[in-house]
């Protein structure tokens, strides 16, 4: 099993910046794919940036150019800066990540239990 722990959640007003962070743990041989999805309220959860354990970044149209995602392969991190947040922003953001347990295994996808973002005045 692997646990994802995201961090970095607040209330920030529009036009501010947060940092996000998630930590992966437990029976880890190698995490291939990291990313950072979305939830607002009434909505669907939606993809907002990923990340290859090569490096290769895909964003979702709404945070190009605001967003930067990254991650430290040695310990199994993945980051979400965010700036010029706006009040649209505000959900929960998800963690996933795609991890195997040990040589040779596939892989499985893992969820954190989501963090807080607000944007507003």
């Known amino acids: 099993q692997v646990q994802l722990v995201e961090s970095g959640g607040d209330l920030v007003q529009p036009g501010g910046s947060l940092r996000l962070s998630c930590a992966a743990s437990?029976?880890?041989?190698?995490?291939?794919?990291m990313g950072w999805y979305r939830q607002a309220p009434g909505k669907q959860r939606e993809l907002v940036a990923t990340i290859t354990s090569g490096g290769a970044t895909n964003y979702a149209d709404p945070v190009k150019g605001r967003f930067a995602i990254s991650r430290d392969s040695a310990k199994n991190t993945v980051y979400l800066q965010m700036n010029s947040l706006k009040p649209e922003d505000t959900a929960v953001y998800y963690c996933?990540?795609?991890?195997?347990?040990?040589?040779?295994?596939?892989?499985?996808?893992?969820w954190g239990q989501g963090t807080q973002v607000t944007v507003s005045s």
């Open positions: 996933n990540a795609w991890a195997s347990h040990y040589r040779g295994s596939y892989f499985v996808g893992y």
């Open positions: 437990g029976t880890i041989f190698s995490i291939n794919d």
